[in-house]
């Protein structure tokens, strides 16, 4: 075969391979998204965390602006630590508060942020207040809180 | 004690294990060989390219077919057992993952060990039975140089590009089935995989592992071939033993590869 002919061809070959690593990078993976801005970190405690998980979302109002780098346990406080990147250009106050929420019933866990009224805004390495956070909703303790005071309520003389 | 024929099995084992050592260590530095040689081929492009022609564009029909045909299967079988629990729209997550992550760079290699490992075997097989190999270095022509680096580099080079090329058609192959025909929620379907794959630690991780997978086959395929006997069972046996023994070497690498990436997740 002709060398232009072979040439013609590896190059469709290799732009199609390339287009291929391209198409899983923006529309498969979260490369468009997220990943490649630069990040501040922000560290929370929670007393129980459900099923958070590494790279989980954080969302205030919905938007994600960071992900879930690390979670370890407090030894000295027996909290957990959740140490999350928030994307630089969004600033959160220093009285923001932190939740982790469910999305959905049964969906993925991710951190809820809500923002405060304080001027002083929260900088790479800060903490959010422990009383500002708000552990998972464990979907086992609520039932059986439910069926406890149900039980209580049928008990109960009227 | 023993009888004669007990001594002679016990002989034979002990001479399997010392030739396929032996073979080994040619291997080893058939590799290092190949890789020191590839000065020349880097210098002609065009060797390269020519090589690429073969085991990549001819390679690239049977990738894209089983891709895509993988992706389908996989959105039948993924939404049958999701919709067990409810949870139809991480079609996208389940199908991209897992191609993205295990069935792209292993199903494509396996695919190219068959169909271009082989080829380069029974080439460079039959290169040596006729003696073509002696005759190039009559001619002071190096053939690691001029024809098994190329092809070496052609096979690196193709292998990670196939395996992108399997898992982007797998995806859609997945979308044809779960959005297109099915009717899984288009948004969400592509929102929550996005958001479950990881551009470094699955992507990333995948080019990785299909790289390791084609150095691995080419290497056997190619040594293989300049190791086979010049008779004519000698290269169809050694064509044999390319894709078994790529194939076994593909499923073993990638055990201990995943062991090693996603450990913590």
Known sequence: MERSTIDLWV?????????????????????????????????????????????????????????????????????????????????????SSAAIRTAGLLGEQYVGLEAGGEEAMLLSGDGIKPSLTQSAVVLEKLISQFMYNKAAEGGSPK | MFNRGAIINFRGVGHHTVDNVLRLGFATRFLVLTILHSGTCFRRMHLITRELYYTGVLSMIIIVVSGLFVGMVMGFQGYQTLKTYGSESALGVLVALSLVRELGPVVSALLFASRAGSAMTAEIGLMKTTEQLSAMEMMAVDPIARVVAPRFWAGVISMPLLAAIFSAMGVYGGYL?????????????????????????????GVIKSVVFGIAVTWIALFEGYDAPPTAEGVSGATTRTVVTSSLVILGLDFILTAFMFRGI
């Open chain 1, 11 to 95: 190059g469709l070959f290799v732009v199609a391979g390339l287009g291929a690593l391209t198409i899983l990078a923006l529309k498969v993976g979260n490369m468009g998204s997220l990943t490649g801005n630069e990040t501040y970190s922000i560290s929370a405690q929670f007393t129980d965390i459900g099923g958070l998980k590494p790279r989980a979302a954080v969302k205030s109002a919905g938007v994600v602006v960071g992900r879930v780098a690390d979670i370890s346990f407090d030894g000295d406080k027996f909290v957990a630590k959740v140490t999350m990147n928030v994307e630089k250009r969004y600033k959160f106050p220093k009285d």
């Open chain 2, 177 to 205: 089935i779960g959005v297109v025909f099915i009717g899984v929620d288009e948004g969400s379907f592509w929102a929550q995989m996005q958001s479950a794959v990881d551009f470094r630690e699955d992507i990333v991780n």
